[in-house]
T-cell receptor
C-alpha cells in the first residue's frame, strides 16, 4: 500500500534538545510539506519542498530545519531555538508542486517538550 | 489577502440529522477547493474536492459545490452517523506569483450523538 509514514507517533524531549521527526512516502510524489497544528487551530506551513535537494520556508520556519536528500524522505528537525515546540506535526505530499492537486497526509507526530 | 473562513464549532447533531458546515473563501484566480477530515489523533484525509466553478465533489455521502458567485464551498450530508464525528477542514490551493499555495481553515469539530 502506498502512503506516508511518520515516526514516532509520540515523542518526548527535554527543553534545549534538538529532535528530528521522520517523514517517508512511497507515493512517488515530488512535493512534500511540513505543517504544525495547535489545539483549535488550522494548519500552519513550516517548510515545503518541490523537488529533491530543494526546499523553501513556509510561514513559520523559525526554529526548524529540513533536508530533502531523497525523493521519498523529508525529515524535520525541531531545534532548541523554537520557542514553543510542543505541537502536533503533520507531513504531507502531493504529486506535483505545479498543479491544483490535493495533498496526502501522514498520521502525524505529537511532540511534547518539557 | 487570500483566506478560508469556516463556521466555528463544535457542531453537535443527533444521528440521522442533516449536516451543513459553511466554508467561504477569498482568493485570486481560480483555486481548487478541498474538504479534509481529521479523526482524533490522526492526520488529515481528503474527503472531497472540486477544481472549477459549479463542480460538485462527493464522497461517503458528503457533498460540496464550488460556488464562485458566493465564493463558498459548504459541506453537506443528508444523514450523519456517530462515526462521522471528527474535525473537518476546508482548504484551497491557488496560484500566485509563479507559485502555488495552500490555505486551510481553522477546522470545525462535529459531534454526532447516538
Amino acid at each position: 500500500d502506498g502512503g506516508i509514514t511518520q515516526s514516532p507517533k509520540y515523542l518526548f524531549r527535554k527543553e534545549g534538545q534538538n529532535v528530528t521527526l521522520s517523514c517517508e512516502q512511497n507515493l512517488n510524489h515530488d512535493a512534500m510539506y511540513w505543517y504544525r497544528q495547535d489545539p483549535g487551530q488550522g494548519l500552519r506551513l513550516i517548510y515545503y519542498s518541490q523537488i529533491v535537494n530543494d526546499f523553501q520556508k513556509g510561514d513559520i520556519a523559525e526554529g526548524y530545519s529540513v533536508s530533502r536528500e531523497k525523493k521519498e524522505s523529508f525529515p524535520l528537525t525541531v531545534t532548541s531555538a523554537q520557542k514553543n515546540p510542543t505541537a502536533f506535526y503533520l507531513c504531507a505530499s502531493s504529486i506535483e508542486w505545479d498543479g491544483l492537486y490535493e495533498q496526502y497526509f501522514g498520521p502525524g507526530t505529537r511532540l511534547t517538550v518539557t | 489577502g487570500n483566506s478560508v473562513t469556516q463556521m466555528e464549532g463544535p457542531v453537535t447533531l443527533s444521528e440521522e440529522a442533516f449536516l451543513t458546515i459553511n466554508c467561504t473563501y477569498t482568493a485570486t484566480g481560480y483555486p481548487s477547493l478541498f474538504w479534509y477530515v481529521q479523526y482524533p489523533g490522526e492526520g488529515l484525509q481528503l474527503l472531497l474536492k472540486a477544481t472549477k466553478a459549479d463542480d460538485k465533489g462527493s464522497n461517503k455521502g458528503f457533498e460540496a459545490t464550488y460556488r464562485k458567485e458566493t465564493t463558498s464551498f459548504h459541506l453537506e450530508k443528508g444523514s450523519v452517523q456517530v462515526s462521522d464525528s471528527a474535525v473537518y477542514f476546508c482548504a484551497l490551493k491557488y496560484h500566485t506569483s509563479g507559485t502555488y499555495k495552500y490555505i486551510f481553515g481553522t477546522g470545525t469539530r462535529l459531534k454526532v450523538l447516538a
